[in-house]
Nanobody, 124 residues
Framework: QVQLVESGGGLVQAGGSLRLSCAAS????????MGWFRQAPGKEREFVAR????????DYSDSVKGRFTISRDNAKNTVYLQMNSLKPEDTAVYYC?????????????????WGKGTLVTVSS
């Protein structure tokens, strides 16, 4: 049974930083591209960042490029999202997701597995 468990969310002031983690089990982690998505109240789930199975390729949404960094440790079956210079508009539930195909891992509908999410709240 595949499980993705996010952690690291919380309340932070604008300009601050948080590091999210997502621990995976039940799958061959290095075979999967991993993505981070977020969903703000009343809005659709949106792509944030993704990383290929071996970590050689990364991709970011324009809204977070230059502020967020995705990384992974395949020895620990964990993917991370370092979030710096946080803004109130970054407030959302953040989800990690796994996709065996990196080419489709930018799209929520293409992901194979999902975590339950962790809430990030950025105060102004």
């Amino acid at each position: 049974q595949v499980q993705l468990v996010e952690s690291g969310g919380g309340l932070v002031q604008a300009g601050g930083s948080l590091r999210l983690s997502c621990a995976a089990s039940g799958l061959t982690f290095s075979n999967y591209a991993m993505g981070w998505f977020r969903q703000a109240p009343g809005k659709e789930r949106e792509f944030v960042a993704r990383i290929s199975g071996r970590g050689r390729s990364t991709d970011y949404s324009d809204s977070v490029k230059g502020r967020f960094t995705i990384s992974r440790d395949n020895a620990k079956n964990t993917v991370y999202l370092q979030m710096n210079s946080l803004k109130p508009e970054d407030t959302a539930v953040y989800y990690c997701a796994a996709d065996v195909d990196f080419s489709s891992s930018r799209y929520a509908g293409g992901m194979d597995y999902w975590g339950k999410g962790t809430l990030v709240t950025v105060s102004s």
